[in-house]
């Protein structure tokens, strides 16, 4: 799944800019390093694999305090964001002018069927769900990248989805090796 010989547009290679989105989301666009978030959606998924090969059924149990997710659950959380904000993207890139809503986290996590599946579920989620977010930004034309449209009441271009996808799955995974798998 790597993206050599691939023709971008140059769009795909800027970072947002502040006024591209909202100012909470700089939490994550900040990790995102370089300026090539297909790149780093794809370093990124390699890894991830190479941070959960090998890891027992236990580990999956793993939190690192009470009352926190588990391994399982950050891992079902990271994939439920990413659907939800390549879903935001795909739409404003499509020039869908609706709002959209917000969602909250901790409800998609108490209602996920996370503690139900084995570990090695929650982590070929994980492979599909990112092959299925580069295939939507690695086919977008330039305009697409610059569209701005409304999401939890704030505007947001494309692009920027982009990176809040990267720095989302960047931070959670730097939780993941520093409180669960050290």
Do not use: C
Not at 21 to 34: E, F, M, N, Q, T
Not at 62 to 70: N, T
Not at 88 to 111: C, F, H, K, M, S
Not at 156 to 176: D, F, K, M, P, Q
């Amino acid at each position: 799944m790597t993206l050599t010989g691939t023709t971008l547009p140059a769009i795909s290679s800027l970072r947002p800019q502040p006024g591209e989105y909202a100012p909470y989301y700089d939490r994550y666009i900040s990790l995102v390093p370089g300026n090539d978030v297909l790149a780093a959606f794809d370093e990124q998924r390699r890894q991830m694999l190479l941070l959960l090969s090998g890891r027992t059924e236990a580990d999956g149990e793993i939190r690192y305090a009470p009352g926190k997710w588990s391994l399982k659950e950050v891992l079902g959380h990271i994939n439920d964001t990413e659907r939800i904000m390549s879903y935001r993207a795909l739409r404003i890139a499509r020039g869908d002018q609706t709002p959209i809503e917000g969602y909250e986290q901790d409800d998609y996590v108490r209602n996920g069927p996370f503690a139900q599946r084995t570990l090695p579920d929650p982590i070929e989620d994980y492979i599909a769900v990112r092959r299925a977010t580069v295939s939507l930004f690695r086919n977008l034309d330039e305009p697409a990248w610059n569209r701005r449209g409304v999401a939890n009441k704030n505007e947001i271009t494309v692009r920027a989805l982009a990176y809040v996808i990267a720095g989302h799955e960047l931070l959670h995974r730097r939780i993941l090796e520093e409180k669960y798998l050290r």
